[in-house]
Protein backbone atom coordinates (compact mmCIF):
# COMPACT_ATOMS: atom_id res chain seq x y z
CA UNK A 1 0.00 0.00 0.00
CA UNK A 2 2.53 2.00 0.87
CA UNK A 3 4.43 1.72 -2.50
CA UNK A 4 1.10 2.87 -4.32
CA UNK A 5 0.66 6.03 -2.27
CA UNK A 6 4.14 6.67 -3.23
CA UNK A 7 3.27 6.25 -6.69
CA UNK A 8 0.18 8.02 -6.58
CA UNK A 9 1.68 10.92 -4.54
CA UNK A 10 4.32 10.71 -7.46
CA UNK A 11 1.59 11.27 -10.35
CA UNK A 12 0.18 14.51 -8.45
CA UNK A 13 3.81 16.39 -8.40
CA UNK A 14 4.90 15.49 -11.78
CA UNK A 15 0.96 16.54 -13.09
CA UNK A 16 1.93 19.79 -10.61
CA UNK A 17 5.25 20.33 -11.81
CA UNK A 18 3.74 19.93 -15.50
CA UNK A 19 1.67 22.49 -15.00
CA UNK A 20 4.09 24.79 -12.99
CA UNK A 21 6.46 24.72 -16.34
CA UNK A 22 3.11 25.26 -18.72
CA UNK A 23 1.72 27.80 -17.07
CA UNK A 24 4.90 30.22 -16.23
CA UNK A 25 7.56 29.18 -18.73
CA UNK A 26 5.52 27.95 -21.81
CA UNK A 27 2.25 29.87 -21.57
CA UNK A 28 2.53 31.44 -24.90
CA UNK A 29 4.49 28.49 -26.81
CA UNK A 30 3.04 25.32 -25.49
CA UNK A 31 -0.25 26.30 -23.84
CA UNK A 32 -2.67 26.48 -26.99
CA UNK A 33 -1.30 23.48 -27.87
CA UNK A 34 -2.26 21.92 -24.86
CA UNK A 35 -5.31 23.75 -23.65
CA UNK A 36 -6.82 24.51 -27.07
CA UNK A 37 -6.24 27.76 -29.21
CA UNK A 38 -8.02 30.59 -28.15
CA UNK A 39 -8.89 33.67 -30.74
CA UNK A 40 -6.93 36.94 -30.59
CA UNK A 41 -3.99 37.70 -28.20
CA UNK A 42 -5.37 35.64 -25.47
CA UNK A 43 -2.25 33.63 -24.22
CA UNK A 44 -0.38 36.66 -24.56
CA UNK A 45 -2.62 38.81 -22.14
CA UNK A 46 -3.02 36.04 -19.97
CA UNK A 47 0.53 35.37 -19.80
CA UNK A 48 0.95 36.64 -16.09
CA UNK A 49 -2.13 35.52 -15.08
CA UNK A 50 -1.33 31.63 -16.27
CA UNK A 51 2.29 32.28 -14.38
CA UNK A 52 1.06 33.44 -10.84
CA UNK A 53 -1.58 30.37 -11.28
CA UNK A 54 1.38 28.03 -12.40
CA UNK A 55 3.19 29.41 -9.26
CA UNK A 56 0.99 28.08 -7.30
CA UNK A 57 0.88 24.43 -8.88
CA UNK A 58 4.24 24.60 -7.88
CA UNK A 59 3.70 25.69 -4.03
CA UNK A 60 1.64 22.11 -4.48
CA UNK A 61 4.01 19.86 -5.76
CA UNK A 62 7.00 21.12 -3.38
CA UNK A 63 4.65 20.48 -0.27
CA UNK A 64 4.26 16.94 -1.15
CA UNK A 65 7.79 16.39 -1.98
CA UNK A 66 8.51 17.84 1.23
CA UNK A 67 6.55 15.57 3.02
CA UNK A 68 8.46 12.72 2.09
CA UNK A 69 11.42 13.78 4.24
CA UNK A 70 9.35 14.25 7.27
CA UNK A 71 9.84 11.51 9.75
CA UNK A 72 6.74 11.82 12.16
CA UNK A 73 4.13 9.43 10.24
CA UNK A 74 1.23 11.78 11.65
CA UNK A 75 2.66 14.75 10.41
CA UNK A 76 3.18 13.29 7.43
CA UNK A 77 -0.31 12.05 6.70
CA UNK A 78 -2.01 15.46 8.09
CA UNK A 79 0.10 17.55 5.48
CA UNK A 80 -0.67 15.11 2.72
CA UNK A 81 -4.29 14.78 3.40
CA UNK A 82 -4.43 18.56 3.29
CA UNK A 83 -2.43 19.67 0.11
CA UNK A 84 -3.89 17.00 -1.47
CA UNK A 85 -7.57 18.01 -0.73
CA UNK A 86 -6.63 21.28 -2.30
CA UNK A 87 -5.83 19.79 -5.23
CA UNK A 88 -9.23 17.80 -4.98
CA UNK A 89 -10.60 21.17 -4.44
CA UNK A 90 -9.19 22.80 -7.24
CA UNK A 91 -10.10 20.29 -9.47
CA UNK A 92 -13.67 20.42 -8.09
CA UNK A 93 -13.82 24.16 -8.78
CA UNK A 94 -12.28 24.20 -12.33
CA UNK A 95 -14.48 21.63 -13.04
CA UNK A 96 -17.51 24.02 -12.00
CA UNK A 97 -16.25 26.79 -13.55
CA UNK A 98 -14.03 26.24 -16.97
CA UNK A 99 -14.01 22.53 -17.81
CA UNK A 100 -14.93 19.06 -17.28
CA UNK A 101 -11.21 17.73 -18.17
CA UNK A 102 -9.68 19.35 -15.15
CA UNK A 103 -11.56 17.06 -12.88
CA UNK A 104 -10.24 13.91 -14.62
CA UNK A 105 -6.71 15.23 -15.29
CA UNK A 106 -6.02 16.94 -11.12
CA UNK A 107 -9.38 15.80 -9.41
CA UNK A 108 -9.28 12.58 -9.70
CA UNK A 109 -5.56 11.24 -9.31
CA UNK A 110 -5.91 13.41 -5.96
CA UNK A 111 -9.00 11.76 -4.74
CA UNK A 112 -7.88 8.05 -5.57
CA UNK A 113 -4.60 9.42 -3.39
CA UNK A 114 -6.61 10.43 -0.59
CA UNK A 115 -8.56 7.37 -0.33
CA UNK A 116 -5.05 4.82 -0.65
CA UNK A 117 -3.97 7.39 2.21
CA UNK A 118 -7.22 6.25 4.40
CA UNK A 119 -7.05 2.10 3.68
Not at 12 to 21: A, K, P, Q
Not at 63 to 69: D, R
Not at 76 to 102: D, M, N, Q
Amino acid sequence: MELLRNILIGIVIIEHLYFFYLESFAWTTRGPEVFGRREGDYYNVTKSIASNQGLYNSFLAAGLIWEFFVEEHPWKLYIWIFLLSCVLVAGIWGTLTVSRKIFVVQGIPALLTLIVLHL
